[in-house]
């Protein structure tokens, strides 16, 4: 019979990578990964059906507001074939080292946390155990502060909450650490009103090469949207809802690119690029 799904949020270079237990086997939920990585689901769904069929599974789990999801999820052990069929050569250039980091790294950290994280190792002392929760207790608290995504946050919750039990603390409230993003910030909007509106006019301002991303240049965008009437004001406030926007998604911020319109490198705010723009 199948044991209910154990779902473990696990830190990996400021991205979070959720391993799950399905009757005492390790799996990956794939889509957080694939975004962590800056790929395109629907295309990594696709290759995941098509050659990984026979092992993958939708896990169904049940979220804290009781209703049932479900996760594409991959075998821990067959990961490694996953990440190691997408080419670094042929993602963005500012992709690649995130990407090689993953495959270089990713299955063994979750092997280690899969089989060293939260179970007590045979023979090791109450003491030793202890001080290992206590760890993982603060880590966990310090990767729950630093999330802004609320599934994941809710996740991680309820792992500080198990670790916190066991050592017989107090479970903290899931927002007195940190915070969500909003699903819809307000405070965007203006920004995407405004490449609208440059659209609209025809100027090009999207530096970058891929043809899924959306590389922007902040002070060039402030000229040009001043020279067409248009002004934006770029501030802190404005900045940091851009950091946080999950729709589109922003990968990086002042990353460094090769420009597609000047052919040299330039510091942009690069986006996973919305459908159909």
């Known amino acids: 019979m199948n044991t209910a799904p154990q779902l473990f949020p696990v830190p990996f270079h400021g991205d979070t990578v959720v391993l799950v237990g399905q009757d005492n086997e390790p799996y990956v939920a794939m889509k957080p990964i694939v975004s962590n990585m800056g790929l395109s689901w629907q295309g990594?769904?696709?290759?995941?059906?098509?050659?990984?069929?026979?092992?993958i599974r939708e896990i169904l789990t049940v979220a804290e507001d009781g209703k049932q999801r479900g996760m594409i999820c991959l075998p821990l052990k067959k990961l490694p074939a996953w990440l190691y069929s997408i080419?670094?050569?042929?993602?963005?250039?500012?992709?690649?080292?995130?990407?090689?980091?993953?495959?270089?790294?990713?299955?063994?950290?979750?092997?280690?946390y899969w089989t060293q994280g939260v179970a007590e190792r045979p023979g090791a002392s109450t003491a030793a155990s202890r001080i290992a929760n206590h760890r993982l207790r603060?880590?966990?608290?310090?990767?729950?502060?630093?999330?802004?995504?609320?599934?994941?946050?809710?996740?991680i919750h309820?792992?500080?909450?198990?670790?916190?039990?066991?050592?017989g603390l107090p479970v903290p409230e899931l927002e007195?650490?940190?915070?969500?993003?909003?699903?819809?910030?307000?405070?965007?909007?203006?920004?995407?009103k405004a490449l609208a509106f440059l659209d609209g006019k025809g100027v090009d301002y999207n530096h970058a090469l891929a043809s899924g991303l959306l590389a922007v240049n902040l002070p060039e965008l402030a000229r040009l949207l001043i020279e067409h009437g248009q002004p934006?004001?770029?501030?802190?406030?404005?900045?940091?809802?851009?950091?946080?926007?999950?729709?589109?998604?922003?990968?990086?911020?002042n990353r460094v690119i090769h420009s597609r319109l000047t052919d040299k490198a330039i510091r942009c705010w690069v986006f996973v690029r919305p459908l159909g723009s």
């Not at 990407?99 to 790294?105: A, G, H, K, S, V």
């Not at 309820?158 to 050592?167: G, H, R």
């Not at 909003?182 to 405070?187: C, F, H, I, S, T």
């Open 44 to 55: 990594q769904q696709e290759k995941l059906t098509e050659r990984f069929n026979s092992t």
């Open 87 to 112: 080419s670094p050569n042929k993602v963005a250039p500012e992709l690649r080292e995130k990407i090689i980091r993953y495959q270089e790294e990713c299955d063994d950290a979750l092997w280690n």
């Open 138 to 155: 603060l880590s966990l608290a310090k990767e729950l502060y630093r999330t802004r995504d609320q599934e994941l946050r809710q996740l």
């Open 158 to 167: 309820q792992q500080l909450a198990d670790v916190s039990n066991a050592l």
């Open 176 to 192: 007195s650490i940190g915070r969500a993003a909003p699903k819809a910030p307000d405070v965007v909007e203006p920004f995407w």
């Open 232 to 253: 934006l004001r770029f501030d802190s406030t404005l900045r940091q809802g851009l950091w946080q926007s999950t729709a589109p998604r922003c990968l990086h911020k």
